[in-house]
């Protein structure tokens, strides 16, 4: 379900434990990239990274979006 209007603490828990590599020796020494629309919290993409260095130590993960909310860079309104 969307997590757009859901508090940050309540993204949070939702997300928390919700991605896991299935293969984690074909992401061994590789840079993943993680896209995301846009993003609010980061509570998504933070828990998805976790997940990736949690299961491949040795994997670079980097993170692109195409938006940041307003709130997230401090400028609410």
Do not use: K, M, W, Y
């Not at 508090?7 to 984690?24: C, D, I, S, Y």
């Not at 074909?26 to 919290?41: F, K, P, Y």
């Amino acid at each position: 379900p969307s997590q757009a209007l859901r508090p940050r603490r309540e993204r949070a828990g939702n997300v928390a434990g919700a991605f896991a590599v299935v293969r984690p020796e074909r992401l061994a020494g590789r840079h993943v990239l993680l896209v995301d629309d846009v993003v609010t919290t980061g509570s998504t993409l933070l828990s998805c990274a976790e997940s990736i260095l949690a299961a491949v130590p040795d994997c670079r993960v980097s993170i692109a979006a195409l938006a940041v909310s307003r709130r997230e860079l401090g400028e609410e309104g």
